[in-house]
T-cell receptor
Framework: QQQVKQSPQSLIVQKGGIPIINCAYENTAFDYFPWYQQFPGKGPALLIAIRPDVSEKKEGRFTISFNKSAKQFSLHIMDSQPGDSATYFC???????????FGQGTRLTINP | NAGVTQTPKFRILKIGQSMTLQCTQDMNHNYMYWYRQDPGMGLKLIYYSVGAGITDKGEVPNGYNVSRSTTEDFPLRLELAAPSQTSVYFCASNRLRQNTEAFFGQGTRLTVV
């Protein structure tokens, strides 16, 4: 019940395309859903996060869509660029618990 | 702006050896964490600490130990290294009790042979 399932494991998109990465969870106590971006040889860094009181959040070219009833959330990258090539992790946490549960990760490649 | 600093960056251990992975943060964060990252498995929480003198187990604590004698430092100890501990280890810190950004170090790549 503490798991967060992420798909796909890898994704290749042409420059300008819109990659979509999906995550699903079971624990309805989760109330914080961040996405982390990781470049090779680096630690993950927070990209964007959402709470379940909204269905969508945009920051620049990155959008999180959240479906509370389906217990799913996804990351969309508009006008993707080769510099967006990285591994993306979704995660979930419970208010005050401060123990992120991570998805398995998606290796995204944006071809020029 | 050092943030979270991990040492060493790479290490090869022989089976049965021990070592300590060092982690220090200069942001005065109360919360600190150790994760391991295995291919296709995401990040798994090993241990965490909510402040100096307080530590607790995460999802995969077996084979590891931690201590938190200061706010800044959170070392991870591996006793009797095993091949299953081959992984990339990340230390992270977080400022507040409410969900906020976790800051990660650059990782330590450990190989046990």
């Amino acid at each position: 019940q503490q798991q967060v399932k992420q798909s796909p494991q890898s994704l290749i998109v042409q420059k300008g395309g819109i990659p979509i990465i999906n995550c699903a969870y079971e624990n309805t106590a989760f109330d914080y859903f961040p996405w982390y971006q990781q470049f090779p040889g680096k630690g993950p860094a927070l990209l964007i996060a959402i709470r379940p009181d909204v269905s969508e959040k945009k920051e620049g070219r990155f959008t999180i869509s959240f479906n509370k009833s389906a217990k799913q959330f996804s990351l969309h990258i508009m006008d993707s660029q080769p510099g967006d090539s990285a591994t993306y992790f979704c995660a979930a946490d419970i208010q005050g618990a401060q123990k992120l549960v991570f998805g398995q990760g998606t290796r995204l490649t944006i071809n020029p | 702006n050092a943030g979270v600093t991990q040492t060493p960056k790479f290490r090869i251990l022989k089976i049965g050896q021990s070592m300590t992975l060092q982690c220090t943060q200069d942001m005065n964060h109360n919360y600190m964490y150790w994760y391991r990252q295995d291919p296709g498995m995401g990040l798994k929480l090993i241990y965490y600490s909510v402040g100096a003198g307080i530590t607790d187990k995460g999802e995969v604590p077996n084979g590891y130990n931690v201590s938190r004698s200061t706010t800044e430092d959170f070392p991870l100890r591996l006793e009797l290294a095993a091949p299953s501990q081959t992984s990339v280890y990340f230390c992270a810190s977080n400022r507040l009790r409410q969900n906020t950004e976790a800051f990660f170090g650059q990782g330590t790549r450990l190989t046990v042979v």
